[in-house]
């Protein structure tokens, strides 16, 4: 494989990417774990190339807007080695989004719970502890969201407000799905799909703006979703 350099090898946070607002890339470093070398870095996204003896992957990683970034996962391989053990940044004020457009993941809780991702699955969770997690058909194609409530709260209000759409309660919306449980699953519909498709096919030269419009759109499915 092709020598891929890690931030901390090109200087830290001296360049900053995306179009929400910027993002230490030591932060993805940390938390993609020692499979993970970044290969891309420009000013729209990071790409990382994984490899270790499961497989090989990339991860494609947007920052959305302040406190929001996304993740593109082409995985082709069992296990991301050190991810599961490292801790979340953001703690319990971060949202995790989970879309499968194929393959399967399945997670396994610190409490002993189990849950899984199958195609065209939606899945709402806090930053619980994994005890392990894994795809088991080494064959993995999806979206991940990270939302900071904290930082993410003023900039999706004001979005909302030029948009002229409701306004979008982002803890309301971790409250209602999650209170009482570890995470919120919405098995494959033509609601959920509809939303991903467009992220998934969006032309290159459109995409950041797909990403910024779909992000309100699924924000806006989930603060009515029921449990």
Known sequence: ????????????????????????????????????????RNESCYVYQLENATGTGLITIYD?????????????????????????????????????????????????EFGYLGEGDLAVSAAAPLKASSFPLSHYHGISIQIDLSQAEKTVGDVCGLLRVSQIDLRGIKTNLLEGRLYFLVRG????????????NAPPELKENYI???????????????R
Not at 7 to 26: C, K, M, N, Q, Y
Not at 88 to 108: F, K, S, T, V, Y
Not at 215 to 225: K, W, Y
Request: glycine share 12%; charged share 25%.
């Open 1 to 40: 494989m092709t020598d891929y350099i890690s931030a901390r090898e090109t200087g830290g946070s001296g360049t900053r990417a995306g179009f929400g607002g910027g993002v230490d890339p030591l932060l993805f470093d940390d938390l993609l774990g020692p499979d993970a070398k970044l290969s891309v």
């Open 64 to 112: 959305v807007f302040p406190g929001v970034t996304l993740y593109y996962n082409d995985l082709h391989l069992r296990k991301i080695n050190g991810h599961d053990e490292r801790p979340m940044p953001g703690g319990a004020d971060m949202l995790i989004i989970n879309h499968c457009r194929e393959g399967r993941l399945e997670c396994e809780f610190n409490d002993g």
């Open 189 to 200: 519909t033509d609601a959920v799909a509809h939303i991903f498709a467009e992220l998934y």
């Open 212 to 226: 910024r419009l779909k992000f309100i759109e699924l924000l806006l499915f989930l603060s009515v979703a029921e």
